[in-house]
């Protein structure tokens, strides 16, 4: 039995088994094809379309590699007020969204109560609530989830302690870890993630990343290309391989088959079809941007984000478009994880057994 088949059946590979995967082309195609596959069996051929609404680019953090860091004087900051938060979900809930994503930079720009009134104010709309606010404390966390949220994504970015501690400035690994069962305990459909391809990182990292994520049993795992981004340490650094982050998304699907696996828009600033390329090596969300006007230029993570002149609208219909082109459909629920309402099930059979 070959690795891909092994992963095909067990859904399970050893950190050595990865590491061959990841470092060898001979692999590709067939991980490829595999990951469509067992996404097809696993989570079905509709694509979640995900509302992501970039509410400030504000962030008290200094990470070498992302546009938004507070050191980075160049960009013009932004907060949108809560009214034109909502105004802007009541837009894209009109669209056809069923989630949207709350992101920002990581700060207490909004206190927690300003914040749960526009978690509030989305749910009454109708829509899901997913958060991806960075790290907060186990009662800013329960206060959100109270007030109406369901999602929350923070990416660990690496397990690589060394290289974690390198990039992050007065940040701690262990905090972020901490965040991550916090958020799980509290009954969050779970997100994290890595970024593929920063300085320094090996590929016997990447699989430890694969195991975490195995281990951890995730809801959603986000994967992403590192894009140096001028005006930080990393600017002249060497990005990311569009094709080495093919690979980490597809063997998180052969690992985690049914979870949720964003087409991530950094994918399609490397490779002019990359988010189609991903929705058939494994991933089945795709999170184009509901913000209007300047400010989807302003959220600036890295150069080259693609979109940025468009509107919302013509946004949905160009990704919808693509989708429907490789055979695909748009999903019409709320895009929870099958993996989430399979653990709610297990959940519930336990209780129901030891009542």
Same mark, same amino acid.
């Given at each position: 039995?070959?690795?891909?088949?092994?992963?095909?059946?067990?859904?399970?590979?050893?950190?050595?088994?990865?590491?061959?995967?990841?470092?060898?082309?001979?692999?590709?195609?067939?991980?490829?094809?595999?990951?469509?596959?067992?996404?097809?069996?696993?989570?079905?051929?509709?694509?979640?379309?995900?509302?992501?609404?970039?509410?400030?680019?504000?962030?008290?953090?200094?990470?070498?590699?992302?546009?938004?860091?507070?050191?980075?004087?160049?960009?013009?900051?932004?907060?949108?007020?809560?009214?034109?938060?909502?105004?802007?979900?009541?837009?894209?809930?009109?669209?056809?969204?069923?989630?949207?994503?709350?992101?920002?930079?990581?700060?207490?720009?909004?206190?927690?109560?300003?914040?749960?009134?526009?978690?509030?104010?989305?749910? +009454?709309? %109708?829509? *899901?609530?997913? !958060?991806?606010? $960075?790290?907060?404390?186990?009662?800013?966390?329960?206060?959100?989830? =109270?007030?109406?949220?369901?999602?929350?994504?923070?990416?660990?970015?690496?397990?690589?302690?060394?290289?974690?501690?390198?990039?992050?400035?007065?940040?701690?690994?262990?905090?972020?870890?901490?965040?991550?069962?916090?958020?799980?305990?509290?009954?969050?459909?779970?997100?994290?993630?890595?970024?593929?391809?920063?300085?320094?990182?090996?590929?016997?990292?990447?699989?430890?990343?694969?195991?975490?994520?195995?281990?951890?049993?995730?809801?959603?795992?986000?994967?992403?290309?590192?894009?140096?981004?001028?005006?930080?340490?990393?600017?002249?650094?060497?990005?990311?391989?569009?094709?080495?982050?093919?690979?980490?998304?597809?063997?998180?699907?052969?690992?985690?088959?049914?979870?949720?696996?964003?087409?991530?828009?950094?994918?399609?600033?490397?490779? +002019?079809? %990359?988010? *189609?390329?991903? !929705?058939?090596? $494994?991933?089945?969300?795709?999170?184009?941007?509901?913000?209007?006007? =300047?400010?989807?230029?302003?959220?600036?993570?890295?150069?080259?984000?693609?979109?940025?002149?468009?509107?919302?609208?013509?946004?949905?219909?160009?990704?919808?478009?693509?989708?429907?082109?490789?055979?695909?459909?748009?999903?019409?629920?709320?895009?929870?994880?099958?993996?989430?309402?399979?653990?709610?099930?297990?959940?519930?059979?336990?209780?129901?057994?030891?009542?």
């Amino acid at each position: 039995m070959d690795f891909i088949e092994k992963a095909v059946q067990t859904h399970d590979l050893t950190h050595a088994e990865l590491v061959e995967i990841l470092g060898s082309s001979h692999y590709d195609e067939a991980l490829w094809y595999a990951a469509d596959k067992m996404r097809q069996n696993h989570v079905g051929n509709d694509v979640h379309l995900k509302g992501l609404l970039e509410f400030s680019n504000i962030c008290s953090r200094t990470c070498y590699y992302c546009g938004l860091r507070a050191e980075n004087r160049s960009i013009k900051r932004y907060k949108l007020s809560a009214e034109e938060i909502r105004a802007f979900a009541k837009k894209a809930i009109s669209y056809g969204y069923k989630t949207i994503v709350l992101q920002s930079g990581e700060s207490h720009t909004y206190d927690c109560q300003t914040l749960c009134d526009i978690i509030a104010s989305i749910r +009454s709309l %109708g829509a *899901t609530v997913t !958060l991806s606010l $960075g790290e907060k404390s186990k009662e800013e966390y329960q206060a959100y989830k =109270e007030a109406g949220a369901n999602r929350y994504l923070l990416r660990i970015e690496t397990t690589d302690k060394a290289l974690y501690a390198s990039l992050h400035p007065r940040m701690s690994f262990e905090n972020r870890l901490n965040c991550l069962y916090t958020l799980k305990a509290l009954g969050y459909e779970t997100g994290s993630g890595s970024l593929i391809g920063l300085p320094n990182q090996s590929i016997d990292s990447l699989a430890n990343d694969l195991l975490f994520f195995k281990n951890f049993d995730f809801d959603m795992i986000g994967i992403g290309p590192f894009i140096p981004s001028e005006n930080t340490p990393l600017a002249h650094a060497k990005g990311g391989s569009f094709t080495m982050a093919l690979k980490m998304m597809a063997l998180v699907r052969l690992l985690l088959p049914k979870i949720n696996i964003p087409a991530t828009t950094a994918m399609e600033t490397l490779d +002019s079809n %990359g988010r *189609t390329r991903a !929705l058939q090596s $494994g991933a089945n969300v795709v999170m184009p941007v509901i913000t209007e006007g =300047e400010y989807r230029a302003l959220y600036r993570l890295y150069p080259g984000k693609i979109c940025i002149d468009d509107t919302p609208k013509q946004c949905r219909l160009c990704i919808s478009g693509k989708i429907i082109a490789i055979g695909r459909g748009i999903a019409s629920n709320n895009g929870d994880s099958e993996r989430f309402i399979a653990r709610k099930e297990e959940q519930r059979r336990y209780y129901d057994a030891n009542a």
